[in-house]
């Protein structure tokens, strides 16, 4: 049974914007799925809902065997949420902050426990201090222990790393591992490509309210995944000889490099006969390498191919 069950779930605004089209989208316990999309895609209003911040429009969430609407309290209980913004109060400590969270969900206190999440937060030396002189990201890891005070088995991060620095997201992405280990479930928006490509055990994409591919993310970088060939050229050429027009070429730095991009997955990926060809024209090259396409190209090539309907049909 799905962890997070979420079908037909659209919101309109007042403004009569559409920010989610009606989704589908289920998620297991334990998973890492990680939520990608442009600025304004609707990742922010679709966790919104499934917290009870924002009423949906249509459909259902059922959280935890519970729905968030008819159960919200129940539902709420096993979520943790770390919003983009930071809300807090200034003037508490940041002990004081995370035990009064943990009050507000009703849970009887536990300062062991809340001394092991501030100390996998490198807060614990913090404790005392009052919030309002911490650090940007002093405070972003307040919000996280807040969210995990209660011992929730589902955390929402929103933007988790935006802005921080590289210590910081460092230390997110191995607490988000030791929590996965523990049997947390993890859902985390993100522009960064890259934390989904370290992090997501499933990737979603999200475009104008429409979640258009849900996929593992192993499969879709094998699926989807391009090689590019790389040549460094004996001695530089100034344009693509003719006799090479059957492959995809361009001439990079400064004409001492000549690159192919192909499918690697293809029966025919054009390599062997490039080189081939190559060694006919008397075109020598000193070294050659190849590289995988990282989640990043495939999502700019998914995010810059219209119409939406194409990609999902790909991706099944
Ligand atoms: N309360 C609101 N009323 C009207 N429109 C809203 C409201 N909240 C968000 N929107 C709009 O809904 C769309 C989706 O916004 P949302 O915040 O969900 O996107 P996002 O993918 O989280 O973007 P970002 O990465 O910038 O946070 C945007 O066009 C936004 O302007």
């Not at 209980?77 to 913004?85: A, F, N, R, T, Y």
């Not at 589902?154 to 988790?160: A, G, K, Q, Y």
């Amino acid at each position: 049974m799905p962890v997070i069950d979420i079908q037909g779930l659209s919101k309109t605004y007042a403004s009569g914007l559409q920010a989610l089209k009606p989704i589908d989208l289920q998620i297991g316990k334990g998973e890492i799925f990680a939520l990608l999309g442009p600025n304004g895609a609707g990742k922010t209003t679709m966790i919104s809902i499934v917290c009870g911040i924002v009423t949906p429009s249509t459909g259902t969430v059922v959280a935890d065997g519970h729905d968030i609407r008819k159960n919200y309290r129940q539902a709420r209980q096993k979520i943790g949420l770390v919003p983009q913004e930071l809300t807090t109060d200034a003037f508490e400590t940041v002990l004081a902050t995370v035990r009064l969270s943990r009050g507000l969900f009703g849970k009887a206190p536990n300062d062991a426990y809340i001394e092991q999440i501030l100390r996998d937060l490198s807060l614990w030396d913090k404790k005392d201090s009052k919030i309002m002189t911490l650090s940007g990201g002093m405070k972003r890891r307040v919000m996280i222990a807040k969210a995990l005070s209660h011992e929730p088995d589902i955390l929402f991060l929103d933007e988790p790393t935006a802005g921080v620095d590289v210590e910081l997201r460092r230390d997110m992405w191995n607490l988000v591992r030791r929590l996965r280990e523990s049997g947390v479930t993890i859902i985390l928006t993100t522009h960064y490509i890259e934390e989904a490509e370290e992090m997501a055990d499933r990737v979603g994409v999200i475009l104008k309210g429409e979640l258009i591919l849900v996929e593992d993310k192993t499969e879709l970088m094998k699926k989807l995944g391009k090689k590019t060939l790389t040549l460094n050229l004996q001695d530089p050429l100034e344009a693509i000889p003719v006799g090479l027009a059957d492959w995809d070429l361009q001439l990079k730095a400064d004409g001492n490099e000549l690159e192919f991009v192909f499918d690697s997955n293809a029966e025919k990926t054009g390599v062997p006969s490039l080189l081939r060809r190559l060694s006919d024209l008397g075109i020598a090259f000193k070294d050659l390498n190849t590289r995988q396409s990282s989640l990043e190209d495939i999502f700019v090539s998914l995010v810059h191919r219209e119409p939406a309907q194409d990609i999902r049909a790909g991706a099944n």
